[in-house]
């Protein structure tokens, strides 16, 4: 590593959004560490990045494990001092309505996509603002975390916490020159729908309605590296929310201007979907 190149640390990285950053910045001259529990699609990034000619450190690592993130933060430390910039993005999906929703859910979805973010900051933040030299720091919510979702209760709680969270430390952090940033995407083509759990349905229905929603999502998803590139883009401002996708602009201004209508929309889109993979499912039943 030369002193001059610039480092960031990227979290659920092996895939989607993740992987499409710590490409990015790679490319942009970065060294990059990115963590992941994907261990085989983990190890082909690093490979990557490398190829760019920068350096990169890559851990088998649980966002949701606060151990876990202080022994990899600790040890990245030692290598090389505070990072420079760091992207919050390890996520899970998580549906269905509050009822058909267990304890174990909610904890299991809180602990990685809002306690994740938490752990991140604690042990990145304080280096960067010891350090003196500012920074950035980027945490990925999404539409959800500003427009209520039906049957997404869990998913909107923590996607909303990561909202204000980064709102308030962009307020606090300014003064040692390091900017948050929030991005908010709507739907974008990643696996995180077919990896994620659904609630509230039988086992066969839940397949063909994952199937169906995954599919929506790989045909009008915005792409992981338009992401990237706005993460990318934030860097060296002040920071602030960012949407990214048409879908999501659309969803948040018209929830501001006309929140009936966007309910109502909302549930009629939810209904064809239920009905395409209703039908969906008995076409294959009939082939079968």
């Given amino acids: 590593m030369t002193a001059t190149r610039r480092r960031v640390?990227?979290?659920?990285?092996?895939?989607?959004?993740g992987r499409a950053t710590a490409l990015l910045f790679a490319n942009a001259g970065y060294d990059v560490a990115v963590c992941d529990v994907n261990d085989v699609q983990l190890a082909s990034v690093a490979k990557e990045i490398r190829a760019t000619g920068g350096q990169a450190w890559s851990a088998i690592v649980d966002v949701s494990d606060r151990d876990a993130m202080r022994t990899w933060a600790g040890e990245l430390h030692a290598d090389g001092g505070a990072?420079?910039?760091?992207?919050?993005?390890?996520?899970?999906?998580?549906?269905?309505?509050?009822l058909d929703l267990s304890l174990d859910d909610w904890e299991w979805l809180l602990d990685i996509n809002l306690r994740g973010v938490v752990y991140?900051?604690?042990?990145?933040?304080?280096?960067?603002?010891e350090r003196g030299q500012g920074g950035h720091v980027v945490n990925l919510s999404s539409v959800a975390g500003l427009v209520p979702v039906r049957d997404l209760s869990a998913y909107n709680a923590a996607k909303f916490g990561v909202l204000g969270l980064s709102e308030s430390l962009r307020w606090e952090l300014a003064e040692h020159n390091i900017g948050v940033t929030t991005i908010c995407p709507g739907a974008v083509n990643t696996n995180i729908v077919r990896h994620g759990r659904m609630r509230g349905f039988e086992a066969e229905e839940s397949v063909s309605i994952r199937e169906e929603v995954q599919k929506q999502f790989v045909q009008k998803g915005a792409a992981?590296?338009?992401?990237?590139?706005?993460?990318?883009?934030?860097?060296?401002?002040?920071?602030?929310?960012?949407?990214?996708g048409l879908d999501g602009k659309i969803i948040h201004w018209l929830n501001r201007l006309a929140p009936t209508v966007t309910r109502w929309l909302a549930d009629w889109q939810r209904q064809a979907a239920l009905d395409r993979a209703a039908d969906a499912d008995r076409s294959t039943k009939a082939e079968g």
């Fill in 9 to 17: 640390v990227v979290t659920g990285a092996a895939s989607g959004i």
């Fill in 83 to 98: 990072f420079d910039v760091v992207v919050n993005n390890a996520g899970v999906a998580l549906s269905g309505a509050f």
């Fill in 120 to 129: 991140g900051c604690h042990f990145f933040i304080p280096p960067m603002v």
């Fill in 224 to 244: 992981p590296e338009r992401v990237a590139k706005k993460i990318l883009q934030s860097v060296g401002t002040r920071g602030g929310v960012r949407i990214v």
